[in-house]
């Protein structure tokens, strides 16, 4: 992890970055004999993109002719591996279920950038670069959701909290994200 000035990013920490988006994968589940068939463990191989954007101006308070203005855009892409413990509330036809686990993203690509343009009075400049130097290639997650299943389908509610993409010790980047998943089982 590496210290940073945090004057140096404020076009990421006073901007709001949300996503909304489309994640796909699949999911094992086996069920534990022993307990009558309540406990099962569920692993999921996902992959997921954040893309998201905003926009911040920093202005002097001495002049108008003084200001930075910063577009961020994150475009990144993330494979990720669950496991997660599942017990189920009831054994009906509808059976209610409730999960909590582990997540492990993995950045497999990134198209992020930043425009900052400069004025200070007569001079000004403009640069395009990646909005962070590095970033974390791994984030780990805590998982817990809720769900029903009905013979073959099944519809689950998930939130994720992870530790995002900053490896910046002076940058916190903390992700949570609420995931509706729909499944059906072979």
Known sequence: MSKINQHEFEGLTNADFNSVGITT????????PRARGKWAIQGDLVYRNFTAEDSYTSKSSNSSQNYTSTDTEFKLGYLGINASLRYKLADTKLSPYITAGVANNLMVS?????????KFYASE????QKPLSEFRKHEQALLLGAGVALSKFNAEIKMERGNGLSPFTGL???RNSVTLLFGYTF
Do not use: E, F, P, W
């Open 25 to 32: 994968g699949i999911s094992l589940l086996a069920t534990l």
């Open 110 to 118: 990134d198209n992020s950038s930043q425009h900052v343009y400069r």
């Open 125 to 128: 400049s403009t640069k395009t």
């Open 172 to 174: 916190k980047s903390a």
